[in-house]
């Protein structure tokens, strides 16, 4: 996980006005595939919760590339779909966010294929806090060693799909939706993450690096192209 994103971004203070419009408790964060930026969505989200006032519980449920230990320097701990995970929150202070890293042990994600555990384990973790955030393996990541996001955000109050500009496919958000909706998931938007998207203005200033024999030319396009509000917008 890179840089978190501040708390005051736009993007991020749209994604949680239109959660609490429906004060929506639990929300989990998943993705087509890797590299989509669900655990820096979460982590923006659990500290834009945390800014309101609310008791925020963030959990790393990613088996497959777990990030909030290595982000935060937690430790990880066996834990399962039950009540042994409250053992294995870290709790910097009273209130604010707390986080629960990703479980270790050959049986953590066995314990999270029951949807019925999974049900009770949330309602377990909203007896302590307002507001749950589960940073969950992308929907393609299926095996046996990772905890099936499918049965996570099938249980939550809401959801949100990662996408990535560029690398996500149409056949892919199309294949994620459908499974969303088999398992009545609430999939309450998708958020479009462009880290890897470049923009106009670096498409047009990439292009300027081609006129070599003009140095002068080129020099001035990348001023203009740098200066300008209409192509460096993001959207």
Same mark, same amino acid.
């Given at each position: 996980?890179?840089?978190?994103?501040?708390?005051?971004?736009?993007?991020?203070?749209?994604?949680?006005?239109?959660?609490?419009?429906?004060?929506?408790?639990?929300? *989990?964060? #998943?993705?087509? %595939?890797?590299?989509?930026?669900?655990?820096?969505?979460?982590?923006? @989200? $659990?500290? &834009?919760? /945390?800014?309101?006032?609310?008791?925020?519980?963030?959990?790393?449920?990613?088996?497959?590339?777990?990030?909030?230990?290595?982000?935060?320097?937690?430790?990880?701990?066996?834990?399962?779909?039950?009540?042994?995970?409250?053992?294995?929150?870290?709790?910097? *202070?009273? #209130?604010?966010? %707390?986080?629960?890293?990703?479980?270790?042990?050959?049986?953590?994600? @066995? $314990?999270? &294929?029951? /949807?019925?555990?999974?049900?009770?384990?949330?309602?377990?973790?909203?007896?302590?806090?307002?507001?749950?955030?589960?940073?969950?393996?992308?929907?393609?990541?299926?095996?046996?060693?990772?905890?099936?996001?499918?049965?996570?955000?099938?249980?939550?109050?809401?959801?949100?799909?990662?996408?990535?500009?560029?690398?996500?496919?149409?056949?892919?958000?199309?294949?994620?939706?459908?499974?969303?909706?088999?398992?009545?998931?609430?999939?309450?938007?998708?958020?479009?993450?462009?880290?890897?998207?470049?923009?106009?203005?670096?498409?047009?200033?990439?292009?300027?690096?081609?006129?070599?024999?003009?140095?002068?030319?080129?020099?001035?396009?990348?001023?203009?192209?740098?200066?300008?509000?209409?192509?460096?917008?993001?959207?």
């Amino acid at each position: 996980m890179r840089t978190a994103l501040p708390v005051h971004y736009v993007e991020v203070e749209h994604i949680y006005q239109q959660l609490e419009k429906k004060h929506y408790r639990t929300i *989990s964060v #998943t993705a087509c %595939h890797g590299q989509s930026g669900t655990s820096l969505m979460a982590y923006a @989200l $659990s500290k &834009r919760y /945390q800014a309101d006032g609310y008791k925020v519980l963030l959990v790393d449920l990613n088996l497959q590339h777990p990030a909030l230990d290595a982000y935060l320097g937690l430790p990880r701990k066996a834990w399962q779909a039950d009540h042994s995970s409250s053992q294995c929150i870290t709790a910097p *202070s009273a #209130t604010g966010t %707390h986080f629960l890293t990703a479980p270790t042990g050959k049986t953590a994600s @066995l $314990s999270f &294929r029951n /949807q019925s555990a999974m049900h009770t384990t949330l309602g377990h973790w909203l007896e302590d806090y307002d507001r749950v955030i589960l940073d969950t393996s992308p929907l393609n990541a299926k095996n046996y060693r990772n905890i099936p996001s499918d049965t996570v955000c099938g249980e939550t109050d809401a959801t949100l799909l990662m996408i990535a500009s560029g690398k996500t496919t149409q056949n892919q958000l199309e294949e994620c939706c459908t499974e969303l909706q088999e398992v009545k998931a609430n999939l309450v938007g998708c958020i479009m993450n462009d880290q890897h998207h470049p923009t106009l203005a670096a498409e047009l200033i990439r292009e300027t690096k081609r006129l070599k024999w003009l140095p002068p030319v080129a020099r001035k396009l990348r001023s203009i192209i740098d200066n300008s509000s209409f192509l460096n917008l993001k959207v």
